[in-house]
């Protein structure tokens, strides 16, 4: 089993930043992917950004030019800087892994809001 603990979220003018940190319970060299996802009240999970074990990232469209997903391997810990928010990235964001035995796990969350 692997656990999550997500931080770093909170209420955040629009235009301004934020860096969430996803801590992982076991190597991040051991995960094949560590995902965030986002979930806006009444909406379903939307995917945001994906580290690969060997380093590519992707996107959502979202979220392309304005978060970058990077990985401290000696801290276990992934991170989601986003910058230039909008009111509608207000959402909880999850942290997700998917283990190399094909194993996923979600995190608690944690809420980001932005005014307007």
């Known amino acids: 089993q692997v656990q999550l603990v997500e931080s770093g979220g909170g209420l955040v003018q629009a235009g301004g930043s934020l860096r969430l940190s996803c801590a992982t319970s076991r190597s991040t060299l051991q995960l094949d992917n560590i995902e965030w996802y986002c979930q806006a009240p009444g909406q379903d999970k939307e995917f945001v950004a994906r580290i690969y074990n060997s380093g590519r990232t992707n996107y959502g469209d979202s979220a392309k030019g304005r978060f970058t997903i990077s990985r401290d391997n000696a801290k276990n810990t992934v991170y989601l800087q986003m910058n230039n928010l909008k009111p509608e990235d207000t959402a909880v964001y999850f942290c997700?892994?998917?283990?190399?035995?094909?194993?996923?796990?979600w995190g608690q969350g944690t809420q980001v809001s932005v005014s307007s």
């Open positions: 997700y892994v998917l283990t190399q035995e094909g194993l996923g796990y």
